[in-house]
C-alpha cells in the first residue's frame, strides 16, 4: 500500500535560506503560509545573500502563479507534489492561550495548526530554522523539523583530529622520504583520500603524511616556516602545508579558537604575497541582537571597525615578530598604504570577481551554504580562498554544527583534488585560553 504524502508547511526562514527549497520535497505537497510571502517583502531590497533569497523565491513563484495556487495547488512536476498558498487563520483556543501575541511565528503555526486538522489523514509537518518556534509547534502537538537539504551527514569526520595508520613497517616510512615517494595505499591496505594528513606509526619512527592526488602516493610534510610564523604541532604543520601548496586553490581549516587557523592563513598569504595582486581578510558581520549595523554610532569605519578587530590583531601578531625597521614589518606597511593587503566585511567583495587574489574568509562557519557558494564562484584565474572557522561557535541565528556554509563545504568538497581540510585540536594561544575552552 503507497504511504500517504506528507504535506510540509514552510517557514519564512526557509525561503530566505534557500530559494529552490520547493524542489526539494520529493513527491510530497508544500504550503506556503501567507504570511511568509508578506514577511519576503521586507527583504526584497538589499545586497545581501538573504535579500538574494528573497527576490528569487518571489520570481519563483510568480512563474508558477495561477488560481489554483490559493486552492487546490499547483503542480511542482512530474512525480512530485503541490505548492499551494494558504490565507491567514484563526488560532485555535489552545493557541489564544498559549501565545496571545498575533506575532508572524504564530500566524503560521495557526496556519500550520489549520492545514493538519483539514488533513487528519496525513501528516503535517512545520519546517523552520527558528528552533523556538519547532518546539512551540511540538507543544501544539504539531510535527516539525529543520530544513535538512543542505545538512552534513557525518560531522564527526569534519571534527576528528589526525588520523593514525599503525602498523606501518619503519622500511615503508623510509619510502615516503624517498626522493619521490613510493609509498602508495594500497601498500599499506588502507583507503586514502585527497590531500588528508596522516600519521604513520611505525615500530621505532613515524612520520607526519598528506596523500598526493596527483601522484598516488603519501609525500612527508615538511616542517615549514611563514613569515615569523612557525606551527607549533602536526596539524599546524599540515594547515601550512596546504596554505602554501599552489596545486590546492580552496582550503577550509577548522577548529576551536586559539587554534591558529587565521594567524596560519595570514602569515601564509603573506609569505606569498608576491604570487598575488591582492591579500584579502573578510568576515561575515553578524551584528550583536540581530540589530543592523545602522543602529550603530559613527561612520562606516567606525561601525565595523569592532567586527574586524580580530583580523587586525592576527596582523599585529605576525607584525610583532619582526623588528619595525625589518624589510617584512615595512612591507606589511606598504601592502596596507596600497591596498594590496585588504581586511574587510565579506559583503563588501559581493558581485566581485577576484582573480590572482589571496582570500581569507574568517569565522565562515556564520556563513549559509549558499553564501560560501556565492563566495567561491567569486574566484577568477590565480585565486586561493581559505575558509577559516570554529563550527561549533555560531552566532547566526538559523544555523548550526550540521547547516553552516564551513560544515558543508568540507563534507561536500572532501576527496576533490582542488580542496584540503583540516581540523586543528590542539589550542596554541595560551595554556589558560586552552583549559578555558576545553571546560567552559
Not at 297 to 326: C, E, H, R
Request: glycine share 8%.
Amino acid at each position: 500500500m503507497a504511504t500517504t504524502a506528507k504535506i510540509f508547511v514552510l517557514d519564512t526562514n526557509v525561503l530566505l535560506h534557500d530559494h529552490k527549497c520547493i524542489d526539494y520535497f520529493q513527491d510530497n505537497d508544500i504550503v506556503i503560509p501567507i504570511v511568509a510571502l508578506e514577511e519576503l517583502d521586507k527583504f526584497k531590497k538589499g545586497n545581501e545573500t538573504i535579500n538574494y533569497h528573497a527576490r528569487e523565491f518571489a520570481r519563483d513563484l510568480d512563474r508558477l502563479s495561477g488560481d489554483s495556487l490559493f486552492g487546490e495547488g499547483v503542480s511542482l512536476g512530474v512525480g512530485r507534489g503541490k505548492l499551494r498558498i494558504v490565507t491567514g487563520k484563526p488560532f485555535s483556543q489552545e493557541m489564544k492561550l498559549s501565545f496571545g501575541e498575533a506575532s508572524p511565528d504564530h500566524r503560521i503555526l495557526a496556519i500550520a495548526d489549520w492545514v493538519r486538522h483539514e488533513n487528519p489523514e496525513r501528516k503535517v509537518i512545520l519546517v523552520s530554522k527558528d528552533i523556538n518556534l519547532r518546539m512551540k509547534a511540538k507543544s501544539l502537538g504539531i510535527m516539525a523539523q529543520d530544513y535538512l537539504t543542505d545538512n552534513v551527514h557525518d560531522l564527526e569526520a569534519i571534527g576528528r583530529p589526525l588520523q593514525h595508520i599503525n602498523g606501518v613497517t619503519d622500511a615503508q616510512i623510509q619510502q615516503v622520504y624517498q626522493t619521490p615517494s613510493t609509498l602508495t595505499a594500497e601498500s599499506l591496505g588502507v583507503e586514502a583520500s585527497a590531500n588528508d594528513c596522516y600519521i604513520l606509526e611505525g615500530e621505532h619512527s613515524s612520520a607526519l603524511v598528506v596523500f598526493n592526488p596527483v601522484t598516488k602516493v603519501f609525500e612527508p610534510v615538511e616542517r615549514k616556516k611563514a613569515y615569523g610564523i612557525e606551527p607549533r604541532n602536526g596539524e599546524q604543520q599540515c594547515a601550512l602545508e596546504f596554505l602554501l601548496n599552489p596545486r590546492i586553490p580552496l582550503v577550509a581549516l577548522t577548529g576551536k579558537a586559539g587554534t591558529g587557523k587565521t594567524l596560519l592563513a595570514l602569515a601564509a598569504a603573506l609569505a606569498q604575497e608576491e604570487a598575488f595582486d591582492l591579500v584579502m581578510l573578510a568576515r561575515p558581520i553578524i551584528p550583536l541582537s540581530n540589530r543592523d549595523l545602522g543602529f550603530l554610532p559613527g561612520d562606516v569605519d567606525a561601525k565595523i571597525g569592532p567586527y574586524m578587530q580580530p583580523l587586525f590583531d592576527n596582523l599585529g601578531v605576525i607584525k610583532g615578530t619582526f623588528k619595525s625597521t625589518s624589510r617584512n614589518y615595512v612591507r606589511i606597511e606598504e601592502m596596507q598604504r596600497t591596498n594590496k593587503l585588504v581586511i574587510t566585511p565579506l559583503a563588501y567583495i559581493r558581485g566581485r570577481s577576484l582573480s590572482h587574489a589571496y582570500i581569507i574568509v574568517d569565522e565562515a562557519q556564520n556563513l549559509t551554504p549558499h553564501e560560501v557558494k556565492t563566495v567561491i564562484t567569486r574566484a577568477g584565474e590565480g585565486t586561493k580562498i581559505v575558509f577559516t572557522g570554529d563550527i561549533y561557535q555560531i552566532d547566526h541565528p538559523y544555523l548550526d554544527t550540521r547547516s553552516n556554509g564551513l560544515s558543508y563545504l568540507a563534507e561536500r568538497m572532501h576527496g576533490q583534488p582542488a580542496f584540503a581540510h583540516i581540523n586543528l585540536v590542539r589550542g596554541e594561544r595560551s595554556e589558560l585560553a586552552e583549559l578555558a575552552s576545553d571546560l567552559l
